[in-house]
């Protein structure tokens, strides 16, 4: 990881969503362990909801949180695959303002080291939405971590040079 010390660490307030029909705070691995790798950097998790595979209930907690001013970054788990029920992709992709097409390219290049062509099963988006940045995820804890681990993490941190999406966060919202 390239962090240099000069910059100061900027903490950001995250929401986490859960998406399924089985997972609960009992059960649910994949949610811990963006909420345990979130607060381990230092950021601050505000929220961290379960929500079954319904697109109109992931649509309304993701535009709620898009429209606070509390929030600076939501990361759900879950809805990515190509089952029946699996909708994130299709509930949050028209609230982005701008889609950032090279994290879910990025995060499929990574998977495929890891679990080789059934990274093609996988529709990991991100984007920005009302000065907001929003990441879908897979709902298995190994794809959150790569995840975390090889993209978000660095990204979230203002001293990632040469460039971070913290930088820029004061000028999302130009028109």
Known sequence: ????TERQFIPLNIAVLVVSDTRTEVNDTSGKLLVDRITETGHLVIEKLIVPDNM???????????A????????STGGTGVTGRDGTPEAV????????????????MLSYQEIKTSTIQSRAVAGVANGTYV?????????????W???IREQLDHRTKP?????????LLEK
Do not use: H
């Not at 209930?57 to 949180?65: F, L, M, T």
């Not at 606070?68 to 990361?75: T, Y």
């Open 1 to 4: 990881m390239n962090i240099p």
């Open 56 to 66: 109109y209930q992931i649509r309304a907690y993701v535009s709620n949180w898009i």
């Open 68 to 75: 606070s001013d509390a929030v600076n970054v939501i990361i």
């Open 93 to 108: 992709t028209p609230l982005l303002d701008k889609v950032l097409d090279g994290f879910g390219e990025t995060f499929r």
């Open 135 to 147: 990441f879908c995820l897979p709902g298995s804890s190994g794809a959150c971590k790569t995840a």
């Open 149 to 151: 681990d090889l993209l």
């Open 163 to 171: 460039c971070n999406l913290v930088q820029l966060m004061p000028r």
